[in-house]
C-alpha cells in the first residue's frame, strides 16, 4: 500500500512539474503561457487571440516599467480575458552557452518564433489571430504614454475582432 501511495505521490508531483513549466502566473494573477506552440493551442481551444510579450525578464528595464505601469493594472486584467498570454522570454541566462546547451530545444523554438515575427527588441508586444497573423505589435517603452498606446492597440483589435464581445472565426 506504501509503495502505491509513494507511486500516486511521485506522479502528482511530475505532473505538476509539467504543468509549471507550461505557464506561471504573474504577482498580478494572471497566467502567462512560457510555451508559444501550448499558448496557441490554448488560444485555437479557447477561440482567443494570442499575446506575445517578449522580454528579458531579469535584465531589461524598460520590461520592468511595462509590467509595473501596464500588466499590473486593472485595465490590462480586464482586457486580458479576450488573450492567451504567452511570455516569451530571452534571461541572462539565455545567452550562457552552458545553460543554452541544456535547454537548447526550447530556446531554439523561442529564436525560431522571435525571428518568425521579427521582434528584434525587448519589450515587445505582437497580438496574433488563430491563423498566426500579426494583428498588432508595440515595441518599446515609450514612457508615460506606453500603456495608454497598448490598451488603444488593444481595444481597436478587440472591437474589430469581436461580435458582442465574442470572436469571429
Known amino acids: 500500500m506504501k509503495k502505491i501511495i509513494t507511486v500516486l505521490l511521485c506522479l502528482i508531483a511530475i505532473s505538476n512539474l509539467n504543468a509549471q513549466e507550461k505557464y506561471r502566473v504573474d504577482n498580478h494573477n494572471l ?20 499575446l506575445l ?4 525578464s531579469d535584465w531589461c528595464g524598460a520590461c520592468k516599467l511595462l509590467e509595473d505601469n501596464y500588466f499590473a493594472k486593472k485595465e490590462f486584467k480586464k482586457l486580458s480575458k479576450y488573450f ?16 543554452v546547451k541544456k535547454h537548447f530545444e526550447k530556446f531554439k523554438r523561442k529564436f525560431e518564433i522571435s ?19 500579426v494583428l498588432g505589435r508595440v515595441v518599446g ?29
Open 31 to 50: 497566467k502567462w503561457y512560457v510555451d508559444y506552440d501550448v499558448a496557441r493551442e490554448i488560444s485555437l481551444k479557447e477561440k482567443k487571440l494570442t
Open 141 to 169: 517603452y515609450l514612457g508615460k504614454d506606453t500603456p495608454k498606446k497598448v490598451t488603444n492597440l488593444i481595444k481597436a483589435i478587440i472591437d474589430t475582432k469581436t461580435v458582442n464581445g465574442n470572436f469571429r472565426n
Open 84 to 99: 492567451t498570454l504567452c511570455e516569451m522570454d530571452f534571461p541572462k541566462k539565455t545567452f550562457d552557452k552552458e545553460y
Open 53 to 56: 510579450y517578449f522580454t528579458g
Open 115 to 133: 525571428d518568425k515575427l521579427k521582434a528584434k527588441s525587448y519589450p515587445t508586444i505582437i497580438i496574433l489571430d488563430k491563423n498566426e497573423n
